[in-house]
């Protein structure tokens, strides 16, 4: 299905989230905490095209290069993304082009992205199975709402946590201050997430590997930066979490990993 070239999430993206009070509750299983882009919407491609876009009209780098610079730094904020491949950018310049990034994500990514296959009934079933189920983006909170009831998924979510909320570290501490001893997973599409799950005591990361034109992120590749389990679909999930809270329970640090060889696109 082709979505419109216009968006109305444009219009709301920048407007400040309400923060309310949480307070902590125990929980019946566990804590799944869901990356939105590239982990639960099959959006990178899109996105990092127009990241080459913005990062050529930006800075002259050639757009594949581009792209490719945003791909292998993707998972942190775009502000530290720009940062670390355009240090010697005046920050004005980097704030400027971020701003640009962030408008035309909206309205030629955003626009067109769907959720992964499986991801509809996933969600279900991991509800059903008693799992509490949350969202920690980089994307502002509002239009990671928008994009979720878009899509018909935002009814299985109990918070969504954007950029406006901090970073994904922060989200990580917040969702263990609301679910006191819980176990609390991370699932993410990148480096950025494995290491910020591992940053944050008692959370175990989980990936989404992904193959792409260009660019190919191996199980292996995710499970050398943390990751306890990785795959390049998330279909297993509701058989692989009980097994990691089981090997976790018997074996403390030593998780087990299961990871297939060949993507599934």
């Not at 216009?6 to 125990?26: C, D, N």
């Not at 310049?93 to 499986?118: G, I, N, Q």
Request: net charge neutral; charged share 25%; hydrophobic share 40%.
């Amino acid at each position: 299905m082709v979505r419109p070239a216009t968006s109305a999430y444009a219009e709301i993206a920048h407007l400040p989230g309400l923060e309310e009070t949480v307070l902590p509750r125990t929980v019946e299983r566990g804590v799944v905490a869901f990356d939105l882009d590239g982990t639960l919407l099959d959006d990178i491609g899109l996105i990092s095209h127009v990241a080459g876009q913005v990062l050529a009209e930006a800075f002259g780098t050639p757009p594949d290069e581009a792209r490719i610079h945003y791909l292998a730094t993707t998972g942190m904020p775009f502000e530290a993304q720009l940062a670390q491949l355009y240090p010697e950018a005046p920050a004005d310049h980097r704030l400027a082009t971020a701003r640009t990034f962030h408008e035309k994500k909206v309205k030629e990514a955003y626009a067109h992205a769907t959720p992964f296959p499986e991801v509809p009934k996933l969600l279900k079933q991991l509800d059903r199975d008693g799992w509490t189920l949350v969202v920690s983006t980089g994307a502002e909170r509002e239009t990671a709402d928008l994009l979720l009831e878009r899509e018909g998924l935002r009814y299985w979510f109990e918070g969504v946590l954007g950029s406006g909320q901090g970073t994904k570290r922060e989200h990580l501490a917040e969702f263990r201050r609301r679910y006191p001893g819980a176990p609390l997973f991370l699932v993410g599409d990148s480096r950025f997430d494995m290491e910020a799950a591992r940053s944050v005591e008692g959370v175990i990361p989980l990936g989404r590997a992904s193959s792409m034109h260009g660019w190919t992120l191996t199980p292996d590749d995710l499970a050398r930066w943390g990751a306890a389990w990785a795959d390049y679909a998330l279909s297993a999930l509701p058989t692989v979490l009980p097994e990691l809270l089981k090997g976790t329970r018997t074996r403390g640090a030593d998780r087990p990993r299961r990871r297939s060889a060949k993507p599934r696109r």
